[in-house]
């Protein structure tokens, strides 16, 4: 847990501690379920990458001419233990992964909307293997925790993140219902694909707000209904054949709900339609994608008989302790 070093803030330190000592007691257990991947990541965090690349949409650790023939064999079958890969691209010592998401599409959306990362700290929620966290390594921010309590995804990104050797990077077996024991604690926080999860919205809202510093940023990507009346969804068992899914709201209304959570200067500054270019099955997530999900006679809808899903991309501030903020409504 180095990672506590790295943060100044009044944090519950000794809540913090025990929750990841429960949580390692449990995924340290040898059950075919946890073996399953802690075994390839511990055969992958042998190896160690001389070239890492973060900038370009691909992640590049390592380069094919850095390990032999069948070192190269034995990295492509720890790496495919993994499966379904959710998001990505990355490189791995030559071994191409073409994750079910195009991630770098997101990544561009927001990009350009976001806060100096330059010595901050930052909290991924749901962080999954790591793809965002890896973008933002070229940012230098002081650390990046990544929130992943899916030992599939945590174990993903120990083993890409060994080979890589980011010591601003780390990850704890936590979840969003851990952010209350980080109080005035990160500069920025990235809730990508989370909140249509939370049966509790706004609550988790609040608890986000309560974790930034003053003035600092939330940045939320999440699932919509096209619509520019402030409503949710709340599906009566799946959405687009998920399960899981509470309310899914119209930008409008998560402009409401992060206003009404506390938070100042919210911009929707994206909002984008989902197709299957962006979201599809791929050699690396061979189950079903968005194709699957969506009426094949009404692609305007779910199978369920939903609107089909958009996607909406927002970003919102802490008042800041001085209290100046802009009261502006919600900018589109």
């Keep these: 847990m180095h990672y506590l070093n790295l943060i100044n803030a009044d944090i519950k330190r000794e809540e913090i501690t025990a929750a990841h000592q429960a949580r390692q007691r449990w995924v340290n257990q040898k059950k075919k379920g946890f073996l ?39 990295i492509q079958n720890c790496l495919q233990q993994f499966m379904p890969w959710r998001k990505g691209p990355f490189s791995v010592f030559g071994t191409e992964i073409d994750a079910e998401w195009r991630s770098e599409r997101k990544w561009q959306r927001l990009v350009d909307h976001l806060p100096d990362l ?33 030992v599939q995804h945590y174990y993903c990104f120990k083993a890409l993140n060994a080979m890589a050797g980011c010591e601003n990077l780390n990850i704890d077996l936590l979840g969003v219902e851990h952010l209350a024991l980080f ?43 096209p619509g520019d009346a402030p ?15 509470y309310f899914v709201p119209t930008g409008k209304c998560l402009c409401n709900w992060m206003t009404k959570a506390g938070f100042v200067d919210v911009k929707l500054f994206c909002a984008h339609p989902m197709s299957s270019e962006e979201q599809r099955r791929t050699p690396w997530m061979v189950f079903e994608s968005y194709q699957d999900f969506i009426d094949p006679e009404h692609p305007d809808l779910t199978v369920e008989g939903y609107p089909a899903p958009c996607r909406v991309f927002l970003t919102g501030r802490k008042k800041s302790e001085n209290g100046c903020f802009s009261t502006k409504p919600c900018i589109k």
């Design 36 to 74: 399953r991947y802690r075994r390839p990541f511990e055969t992958l965090a042998t190896f160690t990458a001389s070239h890492l690349d973060c900038t370009g949409d691909t992640v590049i650790i390592g380069d094919a001419r850095e390990v032999s023939t069948k070192e190269k064999a034995t």
């Design 183 to 225: 109080p005035n604690c990160f500069d920025v926080i990235f809730l990508m694909g989370i909140l249509y999860h939370r049966p509790s919205p706004i609550d988790t809202l609040r608890d986000i707000n309560t974790a930034l510093t003053p003035g600092g940023t939330v940045v939320i990507e999440s699932q919509a209904i």
């Design 118 to 150: 330059k010595g901050k700290i930052i909290a991924d929620i749901g962080c999954n293997n790591g793809y965002y966290m890896f973008r933002m390594v070229p940012q230098q921010p002081r650390l990046v925790l990544g929130f992943e309590p899916s």
């Design 231 to 245: 409503y949710a969804l709340f599906p009566e068992k799946t959405y687009a054949k998920v399960p899981g899914t």
